[in-house]
């Protein structure tokens, strides 16, 4: 039973159906005094059937070369065994795509986006297939189970950013820290660009609070329901306010002008920063437990364990300093999991059904499957590696054989294994994808070289856009105050300095009738000037502006000059540079059908302020080195 601090009273506070966080000075003072039980059961020898159990358990499927291995070993034995496949080579860290490396389109408009070969369709088709191929082959498959666990844990999804670059890295981040530290791994997480999207914690800023990452991450990663307050959510949704991502490059980006400055009292203690929340959990003695259940419960058996065994597993977890490797090995040396009666406790999911299967009987890395087809089969057992079907992951347990699954696993094995009308070709499947991939790294290279050469030949002061396409024109540009033009740019090059991608906005203010290019601090990747100091806050969005008239001097109000006057040189060329595309606009940029959705009148109103700017913002001539005129 948990101690409560001497001379502090204890205040019950009931906010909704939650109650109040129980008060425990620390983890140390509640396992201080666990000790660890009898060990003789590990020093039995290990036969057929305890091998079987433990690889069974700890991998995907069971191998006969994984079980031979085991039996004649004691069980303390094959535990390390096991715990030394997870520190060593064999371990498989998970090459990130070549795709990663190269700037993504996942911020353009679909309707040009999709027409790109390598879409984000393909992508994340190649990040699954990559995570079954390492599941099939692998040689440390404890690894890859507690990738399965962690991932049904920490869970984000495709479907909800449609971003196959944000997966990879959420995926990647799984990998790696799976069979490391807890605090390290927590600390990952916060800043994943894939949950804080899932969760919405990119629209989490200070002047609109947005809970659900703060909930899930008390809730469902690291306490459990009954060890938070709904004030401990609240405060620390605005402790989590401004940790966001940047849409062009993907990647954590935080904001300051989004951030709450106070701090915020969260478990019991003071805090601001989101990473002191890591700290804060573990200390909390509910987190061990919480992680002992959810091992108990994957390893073990789906009936609740004894709260003395999820003692012992959390002392043993704590003890070794929040290592993960050391909460596996608590785990697998519980009698519990020896225990005969607990060896049919838990029911497959379908990963053991089918690559677990398929590893059983003897397939690696030199078999010819196509792990594309194992996909639709997936789907057949309502799974997906990619798209759990909420926050909380799959249920599991038997949840895998409710609503009519039981037939489904049975037809899905006969299908495998027992039926001629499973055609898998697998030969010419990977060929065919083996094709694609050298194709797919040729027309890059290809496209790189060509690129280069241009630049090369460019002079220092000249724009080069690898793709511009339209993303929205306001269709009322007559009537709104601030008409403009959104546009999406990938691959800009000026001089020696280049961006993944940009988002810019051309237009006016009609008020102080003055033309103008503005950006945002989520506008590019990297940063598209060199500070926003003397920008504006764009308020609810939690992100800084910065809009100038780039041949007038910044604007005719002097707040705008004293913008124009703070940024470099090289960021002033830039942003002039941004607005001369009005010499390329509408034609020249794809996507065009948005300029003309407000209909003739509009899109006369807007050729006739395009041809006016462009008598402002002139084209100079550029030579490049040989003395030519560049268009």
């Known amino acids: 039973m948990d101690k409560l601090s001497l001379c502090v009273p204890l205040i019950l506070i009931l906010a909704g159906c939650q109650q109040a966080t129980k008060s425990v000075s620390s983890a140390a003072e509640a396992f201080s005094s666990v000790q660890l039980e009898d060990q003789s059961h590990l020093s039995v020898v290990m036969d057929a059937s305890d091998a079987i159990h433990l690889e069974r358990r700890v991998g995907v499927g069971s191998p006969k070369y994984r079980v031979d291995r085991l ?61 079954m191929n390492n599941i099939l082959t692998s040689d440390a ?33 799984i990998r790696k820290h799976s069979v490391g530290n807890m605090r390290d791994f927590l600390a990952a997480v916060l800043q994943d660009p894939a949950v804080l999207v899932y969760l919405n914690n990119d629209l989490n800023t200070r002047a609109n609070i947005n809970e659900n990452l703060a909930r899930e991450y008390l809730e469902l ?47 019991g203690r003071e805090i601001k920063r989101p990473l002191e929340a890591v700290e804060l959990v573990l200390q909390q003695p509910a987190h061990a437990r919480f992680m002992a259940k959810k091992f108990y419960r994957e390893y073990i058996s789906l009936n609740a364990p004894s709260e003395e065994t999820v003692e012992k597993i959390a002392a043993t977890y704590f003890k070794s300093n929040y290592e993960i490797t050391e909460l596996l090995r608590g785990t697998l040396s519980t009698p519990d999991f020896w225990a005969e009666e607990n060896r049919l406790g838990l029911i497959k999911d379908p990963v053991d059904i089918i690559l677990g299967s398929f590893r059983t009987l003897g397939y690696d890395n030199t078999s010819e499957y196509d792990t594309r087809d194992f996909s639709a089969l997936f789907t057949r057992m309502n799974y997906s590696l990619i798209d759990p079907p909420n926050v909380a992951g799959y249920k599991g347990g038997l949840a895998w054989v409710d609503g009519g699954l039981f037939n489904t696993r049975k037809e899905v094995l006969s299908r495998l294994f027992l039926n001629d009308d499973f055609d898998f070709d697998f030969e010419k499947k990977r060929r065919l994808f083996a094709e694609f991939k050298v194709d797919e790294l040729k027309r890059l290279a290809d496209y790189v070289e060509k690129l280069n050469r241009i630049k090369a030949r460019a002079h220092p002061e000249q724009l080069i856009v690898e793709a511009a396409v339209f993303r929205s024109v306001s269709n009322d540009m007559k009537k709104r105050r601030h008409p403009k033009m959104i546009l999406n740019l990938v691959g800009v090059h000026l001089g020696d300095k280049s961006w993944d991608g940009m988002n810019i906005r051309i237009g006016m203010n009609k008020k102080r009738n003055y033309a103008n290019v503005s950006i945002f601090e989520n506008s590019c990747s990297p940063a598209c000037i060199s500070n926003f100091n ?98």
């Open 71 to 131: 039996i004649g070993r004691t069980r303390a034995e094959a535990i390390e065994m096991i715990l030394g496949d997870l520190a060593s080579d064999s371990r498989i860290s998970g090459e990130l795509p070549a795709w990663l490396h190269h700037p993504n389109i996942t911020f353009l408009d679909n309707s040009w986006r999709y027409c790109h070969r390598l879409s984000s369709q393909v992508r994340i088709a190649d990040v699954e297939t990559r995570w």
């Open 141 to 173: 498959p404890a690894h890859e189970r507690l990738v399965l666990l962690f991932s049904n844990i920490f869970v984000s999804d495709y479907k909800t950013y449609q971003s196959a670059e944000t997966y990879a890295q959420h995926h990647q981040i």
């Open 221 to 267: 990663f690291t306490l459990g329901e009954g060890n938070y307050t709904e004030q401990d959510i609240r405060n620390l949704a605005y402790v989590f306010a401004g940790e966001s991502v940047n849409p062009i490059s993907q990647k954590y980006q935080r904001f300051r002008s989004a951030k709450s400055s106070l701090n915020r009292l969260v478990l």
């Open 534 to 631: 003397k920008g504006y806050d764009s308020g609810s969005r939690g992100v800084r502006g910065f809009e100038v008239s780039p041949f007038e001097g910044g604007g005719p109000k002097s707040q705008l000059k004293e913008r124009w006057a703070s940024i470099s040189e090289q960021d002033r060329l830039l942003l002039r540079r941004l607005f001369q595309l009005v010499h390329l606009l509408p034609d020249s940029v794809g996507n065009g059908r948005v300029f003309h959705r407000g209909g003739a009148e509009n899109t006369s109103a807007w050729m006739d302020w395009l041809a006016s700017q462009r008598k402002k913002a002139p084209f100079d001539d550029l030579r490049d080195k040989d003395g030519s005129v560049l268009p």
